[in-house]
């Protein structure tokens, strides 16, 4: 019987460098910012993007590489979620993604907490993600939680720093409603109390729900510096959260969005932007009832922005998103859109640009595919996170690599 | 022409009436019988397609003739018999049925509200006399989404609170008011076991026993010791009973158990282990645990580490089901790796498979599989998808039991079938249809007006055309 074990699998490329010129050439190159060019080049001088397109020459020197036809991207967004802040879900003592303060804290950012070498970012960095946005999880109300979770950062696998707060995360709907008396429409009444607070800070001896810093982050998002996340997903709670935005003056976003292909009209006329979780199918509750796997395809037909998200916060899963993006083109999205959903639309939605886009003249957040990086067949075969290359060896490889020699020798017991 | 034979049809009846039989013993034959019956149907011809068999074989440009719900004949240039439906599947992909060894639909059910959550009886760390089955809701919508992936036949368990959690049910993927009338006719029940965190987490943080993994093992072995006295004493009673006589005319029955029952199935050989179990350290205590007692472990379930041990599994006959790439949630699936699959695969007289434990995952098995064939490929393995496609139909399909019945593309067998749009290895591909035992359950071409689940009939509109 033939044997089922081959030669061991071998680089596609040798590790380009970063000081010196690298050209991709003969490439599928995807920017982010338009149509995917065929038989094209990519040039990183320094680290830098220094040309994309069809006639670039190699300045002398370069190391030159021979794509055959393999695809070029900017590094993906790896979902909202705990990207950096947990390693085992489970294990409370190595997750902070929720927080149970007791009282109202807008200006809680979870950047404090976290670390670079989380295990998840070295195993997601890998896989082709290059950022991702950190949000806290909501609290429970028995443990002080409140419908404002408290400050998202987009933050990058490349071993630097998050940036800065993007975005203020609410919880409305049924988690909402949770953390609000057990009303959704209380949800509201917190929101409209802490708003008001910020835009008339109590005097003196007047009761008060937030400190100085809570009402600074509050007026930033007034202001409309900042956007607002709202986690929601039914139809109708949708649309009570854009009315509220409208009356408050909130740049809104809406993440979950299971029913959102019902208000696309709205989404689109009031320019709001939605993440959603394109493998959900079922009425995974009654906030959920219309889910469906069209989400994706009905929302960019009504001219709404769409970005990805798995539901599931764990940063262990961020390397899924691709895929979940190649189920939307099964589902009738376009491919192009379902790309920029995972690069480019969430990095300007959480305000990252220019990640998520392969742009000249900015340093190289890029990706070498063996194939369309939406078809679940296509792995990895190069990465570079800014400016650097990246070596694609991980904890988990090296557990495949000590375990394929066991097995080659019939020693795996 | 019909290029392969294996099992003739009348076999497959006087296989699954043997198999009815064999569970009289201590308790009566199945008391919650299959009430399912295929609805007969003209004969479907599908022709030119490129088969995928499930047995590891690819046949290009090859003929599948339905007869009466089962694969009549496989070849080139069948002729359709009168009145056959003839598919044109040139440029598609054939492959059986896919088949879940792992799922909680109708027990954890869409939507998952609290007054349905009936997977785990936890509320003592055995409850062998708990049968999965009596807990599913069959108007889950869940089973319709997991039809739509070509899913034909499944495993509904018990969840994993518990060491001993009770009997999974074997289900066809069809419509039908009662559970009764999706149960897989004359196939073993499961039983479901569970290893390391979960039962020790549960039942520990009442301060009740086992909190440990040794409380673990040691509440396993109790019960083994109790099944095998029960066992006993029913043998005993039963052969002093068919020797006939006055004593035989005065014996009195032993007093009979629900758990037990369940435990000495088992013991007999005639109700398949499912153990859910992550770590290689556990799986080894559980075969030597196995053998203590005589009793055959089918499968490990989730089974993260299974690569680690995947000579020690294929040596003792057991399967791994897996997913392609869950790691991390728990510290007992910190090690896992998305080579996993391929693996168990790769040890010799390995057998691999992958699972869902979930109801999205449930949706695509077929892409779960193309992301494990990617990385054994990757990883200098030779897996073609022909290889990669035994993985959800004829591993799950014979670690289930129903082995000789479903789960390939093979004459004689149940003719459960997805016609594919392309080779399903892909984020792209999508069943274009689906058939259960010749009946053609779901159609993307012609979507039925109404969803299957009695709990959508008249919600917002889930389906339809692009506005």
Sequence with gaps: MKSIFGAGAALAFSLAASAGSTLYQHGRIATGTGPVLDDASVLIVDGRIRGIGRE?????????????????????????????????????????????LGNVRPEFDPALAFNPDSLPIQIARV????????????????????????????????????????????????????????????????????????????RAGEPRRLTDAGRATLQQVLSGRMPVLFKVDRAADIRAVLRFSSQQKLRAIIAGGAEAWRVGKDLAAAHVPVVIDPLEALPADFDRIATTLENAARLEHAGVTVAFSLRSNAPHEARKLRQAAGNAVAHGMSWEKAFCAITQVPAAAFGAAPLGTLTVGEKAHLVVWSGDP?????????????????????????????????????EAR | MSLIRKIHPRWIVLLASLGASLMAHAQPADPYPSTYRPAVTAPVLIRGGTLLTGTGTRLANTDVLIEGGLIAAIGTNLVAPAGATVVDARGRTVTPGIIDIHSHLGVYPSPAVSSMQDGNEATAPVTANVWAEHSIWPNDPGFQTALEGGVTSLEILPGSANLIGGRGVVLKNVPSITYQGMKFPGAPHGLKMACGENPKRVYGSHNQAPSTRMGNVAGYRAQWIEAKDYLRDWTDYEAKLSAGGKEAKDLKAPKRDLRLDTLAGALKGEIPVQMHCYRADEMATMIDMSKEFGFRIATFHHATEAYKIANRLAENGICAAMWADWWGFKMESFDGIQENISLVDAAPNGCAIVHSDSEEGIQRLNQEAAKAMARGQAAGLDIPPERAMRWISLNPARALGIGDRTGSIEVGKMADIVIWNMEPFSSYALTEQVYVDGVLQFDRSHPADTPRSDFLLGQPALRGDLP
């Design chain 1, 127 to 202: 896989e082709g993600v290059g950022f991702a946005l950190l949000a806290p999880e909501p609290g429970t109300h028995a443990s002080g939680g409140n419908v404002i979770d408290g400050l998202a950062d987009v933050v990058t696998l490349d071993g630097n720093a998050p940036r800065g707060p993007s975005a203020l995360v609410v919880e409305m709907g049924r988690e909402g409603a949770s953390l609000a008396g057990d009303n959704r429409a209380a949800s509201f009444l917190l929101l409209s109390d802490a708003f008001e607070e910020a835009r008339h800070p109590p």
């Design chain 1, 374 to 410: 939406l078809n679940v067949t296509s792995l990895v075969e190069a990465q570079w996170l800014d400016g650097e290359p990246q070596r694609l060896t991980s904890r988990q490889t090296a557990l495949r690599d000590r375990y394929l020699d066991k097995l080659r020798r019939g």
């Design chain 1, 56 to 100: 670039i020459s190699a300045p002398a020197g370069a190391e030159v590489i021979d794509l055959h036809g393999r695809w070029v991207t900017p590094a993906l967004f790896g979902g909202i979620g705990s990207m950096g802040v947990v390693e085992v879900s489970a294990e409370r003592t190595t997750n902070d993604g929720g927080l149970n």
